[in-house]
């Protein structure tokens, strides 16, 4: 596990903590007032702290062994050698964000780390939140040209959520990528 990632979860086990013993310690409409209010605080905070990336693969949900997550990011590697194009998995607990906010803090991610090279903007975000059941492409406007928003949906559900839905998120996630970087070559092909 890496450094960054490492020091993610243990804030945010931190953060769990203090909330559980700060509730227990009041009464019980408190308690709820409590750790909705210490959820929105962590909330907030991860929004305005966004850690940087440890790889193409930022497993904050702990989808993948550490293994599976090596061969998803050697998967992406390889890509991005052979194309250009940059990719990034992120997983999310649904404590780092509402699930209606799911997608934009996905969009803010693709910009802050920067995911894509910059003259082309040919960066691809994939955000996954287990606890809500949610798969979010963000694709740069450089990727948006040669891969359509129908596109990008019948590769979340014909490829990612199968897997997924036998709670298999490493098949799942290998498939969805396999499938999106084969639509993206040959999308590529077909409109230089």
Do not use: H
């Not at 955000?127 to 406007?141: H, L, S, T």
């Not at 949906?153 to 036998?166: L, Q, S, T, W, Y």
């Amino acid at each position: 596990m890496t450094f960054f990632k490492y020091i993610s979860i243990l804030t945010l086990c931190i953060l769990t903590a203090t909330s559980t013993v700060s509730c227990q310690a009041t009464g019980k409409n408190n308690k709820d007032d409590n750790s909705a209010q210490s959820l929105r605080s962590y909330r907030q905070i991860f929004w305005d702290s966004l850690p940087q990336p440890t790889g193409y693969v930022n497993d904050y949900e702990n989808l993948y062994t550490d293994n599976e997550e090596n061969l998803i990011d050697s998967l992406i590697l390889d890509f991005e050698k052979r194309t250009t194009i940059q990719m990034a998995v992120i997983t999310f607990d649904t404590t780092m964000t509402t699930k209606d906010s799911l997608e934009a803090l996905t969009l803010r991610i693709a910009k802050f780390w920067g995911v894509g090279q910059k003259e082309k903007n040919n960066g691809v975000v994939i955000g996954i939140c287990r606890g809500y059941r949610q798969v979010r492409i963000q694709n740069g406007y450089g990727i948006e040209k040669i891969l359509t928003d129908r596109e990008t949906k019948e590769i979340i559900d014909n490829a990612f959520i199968p897997g997924f839905r036998k709670e298999n998120y490493f098949d799942g996630t290998v498939n969805g990528l396999k499938t999106l970087m084969t639509t993206l070559i040959k999308n590529s092909e077909e409109k230089p």
